[in-house]
């Protein structure tokens, strides 16, 4: 049983609270790639025209799967770089996984996946309603990948990423060193070999090595600092 007022557990509200209001103000730098790709692209408007044409739903699943491929590619640099690990290890700093402790990310950390993530989101042509029922979901995904729940259901890991799945991300075990990047769909990781899920098991703990400062500021100034 994991207390509700666990550790450092106010230095991830202020990270939520932070993520929630100043990523929201910075949007225009998450945006500034895709927007410099459309005023360059404009001979593609048949094809957006096709994509936006395509039904609801289908217009979703599409999006949820590229941006999770880019996303994985962003993901797993950020843990086989060693500078850009500097920035990911602020969010593998937490020893308690629940939902609030998927919002201990680095603010460049986060402007970056934004920036990659959004491309194929609004350059391919995929209508407002499609995008904005994504970032719907991946809101909740995201939070819904590092609560406290624990449930095993094996026919559905090979599916879809369950906090199971991505716990194993954050877990202690040399197994779990650079597995499980997917935020969606667990086949990516298969295709490219970093797909880890033993049965009906969890990790014994999460955190890493690496000695992270406590609090937010020292945690933004780690990465800068670090060799």
Not at 22 to 26: A, G, I, N, T, Y
Not at 59 to 68: G, R, Y
Not at 70 to 77: D, I, K, P, S, T
């Given at each position: 049983f994991?207390?509700?007022?666990r550790t450092e557990w106010r230095e991830d509200l202020f990270y939520f609270l932070l993520s929630s209001v100043?990523?929201?103000?910075?949007m225009f730098l998450s945006l500034a790639p895709a927007n410099a790709i459309l005023h360059n692209t404009n001979s593609f408007e048949a094809f957006r025209k096709i994509v936006a044409e395509q039904h609801f739903i289908l217009?979703?699943?599409?999006?949820?799967?590229?941006?999770?491929f880019?996303?994985?590619?962003?993901?797993?640099?950020f843990h086989e770089i060693p500078f850009l690990w500097n920035f990911h290890a602020v969010h593998h700093s937490a020893q308690k996984m629940d939902w609030i402790a998927g919002s201990r990310m680095h603010i460049f950390?986060?402007?970056g996946l934004r920036s990659m993530t959004v491309i194929p989101m609004f350059v391919l042509g995929f209508t407002q309603d499609a995008l904005h029922a994504y970032i719907f979901i991946v809101y909740l995904n995201a939070t819904?990948?590092?609560?406290?729940v624990?449930?095993?259901?094996?026919?559905?890991?090979?599916?879809?990423?369950?906090?199971?799945f991505h716990h194993w991300h954050h877990g202690i075990e040399k197994e779990a060193i650079n597995i499980n990047y997917s935020i969606h769909f667990p086949l990516i990781d298969k295709m490219f070999g970093t797909?880890?899920?033993p049965p009906n098991q969890w990790p014994s703990g999460y955190g890493i090595n690496d000695q992270i400062p406590n609090g937010y500021w020292g945690q933004f100034i780690y990465p800068l600092k670090s060799k």
């Open positions: 994991q207390p509700l007022f100043l990523v929201q103000s910075l217009q979703v699943i599409e999006i949820m799967f590229l941006t999770d880019v996303q994985y590619w962003f993901h797993r640099a950390e986060i402007i819904f990948l590092h609560t406290n624990r449930f095993n259901i094996e026919w559905l890991k090979a599916i879809i990423a369950t906090p199971r797909y880890y899920m």
